[in-house]
């Protein structure tokens, strides 16, 4: 009797245990030089390690052309932070699941000088506008603006980071930035041309090899970030005051605004119910040559 339940304590105690350390990727979109990247994710994988016990390796790119090759190819990844249309994409074709998003959403404006920005939007044709390069979501919302492709600004993807656009503008190096709300409100003194749709906030979602238990541990993480004092300046350049539940419901269809980037090919079952008859819808240009 003694030996039995010896055994049963033991397999008690083996099932009760948690599951080795294990080291995942965290991708996240290529807003910063990889080793500026580093110093800004750094205090957050920390935070993720010391909650859950596993290891956090931070994945980024050069530029968005090396990122989306690399999200189209489906390299390795196990959680990525990023904006709605490669949210939904992830969904999509990868089996990616949103566990989190930032709570506010994600808004991008056409920001200019007063002096500029009272002529309009069209006041900024054959004019400098800089952005982060196509398919960030700010670069491909100026396809919203601008849908001809013959009546456009001079669209420089030359910024190293979103701030680096506004800091442009007061160089007098471009007319006018196309940012992020999270950025744009940190510039009174500049003046939105024009406003973007709003899209649901940045997530961040896990692939399907990730085990159960190891995703809510790490939702419920980032659920909790707000409450640690020492971390309020990760969220700070992440844009966000703090983390919300969120599912792939609110993502679906963010997927569209890649349509015209070069690489992008509809869903077959999309492709298939699409209409045979009806044009194009002009994009505005927005189309890359990736670095395949």
């Given at each position: 009797m003694?030996?039995?339940?010896g055994?049963?304590a033991?397999?008690?105690?083996?099932i009760a245990?948690?599951?080795?350390?294990?080291?995942?990727?965290?991708?996240v979109?290529?807003?910063?030089?990889?080793?500026?990247?580093?110093q800004?994710?750094?205090?957050?994988l920390?935070?993720?390690?010391?909650?859950?016990?596993?290891?956090f390796?931070?994945?980024?790119?050069?530029?968005y052309?090396?990122y989306?090759?690399?999200?189209r190819?489906?390299a390795?990844?196990?959680?990525a932070f990023?904006?709605?249309?490669?949210?939904d994409?992830?969904?999509?074709?990868?089996?990616?699941?949103?566990?989190?998003?930032?709570?506010?959403?994600?808004?991008y404006?056409?920001?200019?000088?007063?002096?500029?920005?009272?002529?309009?939007?069209?006041?900024?044709?054959?004019?400098?506008?800089?952005?982060?390069?196509?398919?960030s979501?700010?670069?491909?919302?100026?396809?919203?603006?601008?849908?001809?492709?013959?009546a456009?600004?001079?669209?420089?993807?030359?910024?190293a980071?979103w701030?680096?656009?506004v800091?442009?503008?007061?160089?007098?190096?471009?007319?006018?930035?196309?940012?992020p709300?999270y950025?744009?409100?940190?510039?009174?003194?500049?003046v939105s041309?024009?406003?973007?749709?709003?899209?649901?906030?940045r997530?961040l979602?896990?692939?399907?090899?990730v085990?159960?238990?190891v995703r809510?541990?790490v939702s419920?993480?980032m659920?909790?970030?707000?409450?640690?004092?020492s971390?309020?300046?990760?969220?700070?350049?992440?844009?966000?005051?703090?983390?919300?539940?969120?599912?792939a419901?609110?993502y679906?269809?963010?997927?569209?605004?890649l349509?015209?980037v070069?690489?992008?090919?509809?869903?077959?079952?999309?492709a298939?119910?699409a209409?045979?008859?009806?044009e194009?819808?002009?994009?505005?240009?927005?189309?890359?040559?990736?670095?395949?």
């Amino acid at each position: 009797m003694t030996l039995k339940k010896g055994l049963a304590a033991l397999l008690c105690s083996l099932i009760a245990t948690p599951a080795l350390a294990a080291e995942y990727i965290l991708a996240v979109e290529p807003n910063y030089p990889p080793a500026q990247a580093e110093q800004v994710y750094k205090p957050l994988l920390d935070y993720l390690a010391q909650s859950t016990g596993h290891t956090f390796k931070l994945k980024t790119a050069t530029n968005y052309h090396v990122y989306w090759r690399d999200l189209r190819s489906g390299a390795r990844t196990d959680f990525a932070f990023e904006e709605a249309h490669f949210t939904d994409y992830r969904v999509n074709r990868h089996g990616f699941t949103p566990l989190v998003r930032v709570s506010e959403g994600t808004r991008y404006s056409l920001m200019a000088d007063p002096s500029i920005a009272e002529q309009g939007i069209t006041g900024l044709i054959g004019y400098r506008v800089v952005s982060m390069p196509a398919p960030s979501m700010g670069y491909l919302l100026l396809g919203d603006i601008y849908k001809n492709p013959i009546a456009q600004p001079e669209i420089m993807s030359v910024a190293a980071n979103w701030r680096d656009g506004v800091e442009m503008v007061f160089s007098q190096e471009t007319e006018a930035a196309m940012v992020p709300n999270y950025i744009a409100q940190l510039y009174p003194n500049l003046v939105s041309v024009s406003d973007s749709r709003e899209f649901t906030g940045r997530a961040l979602s896990a692939g399907g090899t990730v085990p159960a238990d190891v995703r809510q541990a790490v939702s419920e993480a980032m659920l909790k970030l707000h409450e640690d004092d020492s971390l309020y300046e990760v969220l700070v350049e992440l844009g966000a005051s703090q983390f919300v539940e969120t599912n792939a419901a609110e993502y679906a269809g963010s997927e569209s605004l890649l349509r015209g980037v070069f690489g992008y090919r509809p869903m077959p079952k999309a492709a298939a119910e699409a209409e045979p008859d009806v044009e194009p819808e002009i994009t505005g240009g927005i189309q890359v040559q990736a670095d395949d």
